[in-house]
């Protein structure tokens, strides 16, 4: 079956401006997390969804991250106000379920901010 | 709290030799432990995952995994390395109540023909 999914695979943004980034998890998958990668880092969680609702969102850096899911399925990553510290790759992953679930990795999307 | 360590960030190998790639784990509660891949510009793959059973973990490509918790580690190794296997290796760790994965900062593998 189809697997994690998110667009777009590389994004090119001048500082200040707004992104939105898009993630299609496996369908019937009812958690779905963000992580950001740097370079030579591992993953790190911004936020994590169980169904529509945002269940735990502490690891997100500020206030211009915000994240939503409206329907339970597809999520949406929003940035306010890029900084070039913003500059990572995004991962979403969803699983069945927190814990022990094993959570299942999209390609992520590269954002460069200038 | 949990937190995962990998000791090397970047391991050689020649083909045909033991891969060892080591993963020290903190947890203050029972944990749940997980090593994915991750090749050149792709997503990261599960390769074995430990969640209480069976304390040596078996994945794909003929990875395995120990967990050992006397000495909190969950090291992976491969007795013979393929050239193939040269990729980023994260080791990650969850709690069965935890909503978020704490990964590693890699280690890179490489395979000398």
């Known amino acids: 079956g189809a697997g994690v999914s998110q667009t777009p695979s590389n994004k090119v943004t001048e500082k200040g401006k707004y992104v939105e980034l898009r993630c299609d998890p496996i369908s019937g998958h009812t958690a779905l997390y963000w992580y950001r990668q740097s370079l030579g880092q591992g993953p790190e969680f911004l936020i994590y969804?169980?169904?529509?609702?945002?269940?735990?969102d502490s690891g997100l850096p500020n206030d211009r991250f915000f994240a939503v899911r409206p329907e339970g399925s597809v999520s949406t990553l929003k940035i306010q106000r890029t900084e070039r510290g913003d500059s990572a790759v995004y991962l979403c992953?969803?699983?069945?379920?927190?814990?022990?679930?094993?959570?299942?990795f999209g390609p992520g999307t590269r954002l460069l901010v200038l | 709290a949990q937190s995962v360590t990998q000791l090397g960030s970047h391991v050689s190998v020649s083909e045909g030799a033991l891969v060892l790639l080591r993963c020290n784990y903190s947890?203050?509660?029972?944990?749940?432990l997980f090593w994915y891949v991750q090749y050149p510009n792709q997503g990261l793959q599960l390769l074995l995952k430990y969640t209480s059973a069976a304390t040596l973990v078996k994945g794909i490509n003929g990875f395995e995994a120990e967990f050992k918790k006397s000495e909190t580690s969950f090291h992976l190794t491969k007795p013979s390395a393929h050239m193939s296997d040269a990729a980023e290796y994260f080791c990650?760790?969850?709690?069965?109540?935890?909503?978020?994965?704490?990964f590693g900062t890699g280690t890179s593998l490489t395979v000398i023909p």
């Open positions: 947890s203050s509660v029972p944990p749940y």
């Open positions: 969804f169980q169904g529509t609702g945002a269940a735990d």
């Open positions: 992953a969803s699983s069945l379920g927190p814990g022990q679930e094993t959570q299942y």
């Open positions: 990650a760790v969850s709690a069965a109540t935890g909503n978020q994965f704490y």
